[in-house]
């Protein structure tokens, strides 16, 4: 079974410049989160994805972040301008059934974004 | 409330030594805590996860502990190996509450 997919892997982009990730969830899983983690920190949630439904972005930075998943599936999330202190890995998890007990979370590689 | 305090920030640890990491947590509605292993380049992967209806865990070479009334737990690795050297995360969340992770344990174990 193939794990949770994302792209890019790295990327590195000027400050206000825009910018995009994009995430598979495994198969079947219904909740897919978005997390960042800056260095030498735990990941940090942005938003989660009940199906198609965002149900937690209270952390989503919302005058520059934005996410989408369509379709229930898979989901983008962008920048738009990006600031230095965006730097840090951009995760993204899914899991079969609602988020908290009990549900294991299934982690991607990550996007590294460097903002230069 | 809503923090999880990791300790320590980086353990070196001989092989075949035991590795402990502890956690620290304010919110008593929190009834789940699993512990994330993450290798460089990779996303975290669960290890191990407790509720607090039991006071230990055991799987293999890893055991959670879990002191309730203290609102602390801790994750033992018996017999420590170099391909243990890892980040680790300790985290706690509650049905239908976003998962808040601890700021990581580097461990390194010396062959």
């Known amino acids: 079974e193939a794990g949770v997919v994302q792209s890019p892997r790295y990327k590195i982009i000027e400050k206000k410049q825009p910018v995009a990730f994009w995430c598979n969830p495994i198969?079947?899983?219904?909740?897919l989160y978005w997390y960042r983690q800056n260095l030498g920190q735990g990941p940090e949630l942005l938003i989660r994805?009940?199906?198609?439904?965002?149900?937690?972005d209270s952390q989503l930075p919302k005058d520059r972040f934005s996410a989408e998943r369509l379709k229930g599936v898979d989901s983008t999330l962008k920048i738009q301008p990006a600031e230095l202190g965006d730097s840090a890995v951009y995760l993204c998890?899914?899991?079969?059934?609602?988020?908290?007990?009990?549900?294991?979370?299934?982690f991607g590689p990550g996007t590294r974004l460097t903002v230069l | 409330q809503q923090q999880v305090k990791q300790s320590p920030q980086s353990l070196i640890v001989q092989k075949g030594g035991i590795s402990i990491i502890n956690c620290a947590y304010e919110?008593?509605?929190?009834?789940?805590f699993p512990w994330y292993q993450q290798f460089p380049g990779k996303g975290p992967a669960l290890l191990i996860a407790?509720?607090?209806?039991?006071s230990e865990k055991k799987e293999g070479r890893f055991t959670i502990s879990f002191n309730k009334s203290a609102k602390q737990f801790s994750l033992h690795i018996m017999d420590s190996q170099p391909g243990d050297s890892a980040t680790y995360f300790c985290?706690?969340?509650?049905?239908?509450?976003?998962?808040?992770f601890g700021a990581g344990t580097r461990l390194f174990v010396k062959a």
């Open positions: 998890a899914s899991s079969l059934g609602s988020s908290g007990s009990y549900n294991e979370q299934f």
């Open positions: 198969s079947g899983h219904n909740t």
């Open positions: 994805y009940e199906n198609e439904e965002a149900v937690d």
């Open positions: 919110n008593t509605a929190f009834d789940y």
């Open positions: 407790i509720r607090p209806d039991v």
């Open positions: 985290a706690a969340s509650s049905t239908g509450f976003k998962t808040i």
